[in-house]
Every structure is written in structure tokens, then in C-alpha cells.
């Protein structure tokens, strides 16, 4: 897969992400964590989206943006 990222207004940050949906929505209802701290993407680039996977480091260091995850802890 090949990528280019660019840092710009009106420009997409979802290269190919669930791309024939109008919105992508995750709903993720918490209780009880099952492990106590987890973390979702909030950059696009996650190989395991809706989870982070850590891609976010390398989107940041490309384009000088500063987008991470969101973490849900216990
Ligand atoms: Fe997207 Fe970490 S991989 S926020």
C-alpha cells in the first residue's frame, strides 16, 4: 500500500479506511475493560484499526502533525 500524506486544509486524512460507508462511526460501550488499558486509533494509519498499532509516530514524524491515540484505562 502506498501512501501520500499531506498536511493541508480539505484534504482527507482516511487514504482507505471503511472508504464506502458516508461515516465511519466505531461505538465501543465500556463496563468493564477486558484488558486494562487499550488504544484507538485516531490517525487512520493503524494497520489493526480501529486499534492503534503505533502508526501514528510515523504519520507525525511525514507530516509534522501530533495525532495519537485515544486510550481507555481502568
Ligand atoms: Fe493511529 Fe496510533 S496508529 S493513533
Known sequence: RSVV???AEGVSI???IRKSE???V???VV???AKPNTAYC???RSGTFPLCDGS???????TGDNVGPL???K
Request: glycine share 0%; net charge positive.
Open 56 to 62: 501514528h509516530v510515523k504519520h507525525n514524524k511525514a
Open 26 to 28: 466505531d461505538s465501543v
Open 42 to 44: 485516531r490517525c487512520w
Open 31 to 33: 463496563t468493564e475493560l
Open 71 to 73: 486510550l481507555l484505562k
Open 5 to 7: 500524506l499531506v498536511k
Open 14 to 16: 482516511n487514504p482507505d
Open 22 to 24: 458516508d461515516k465511519v
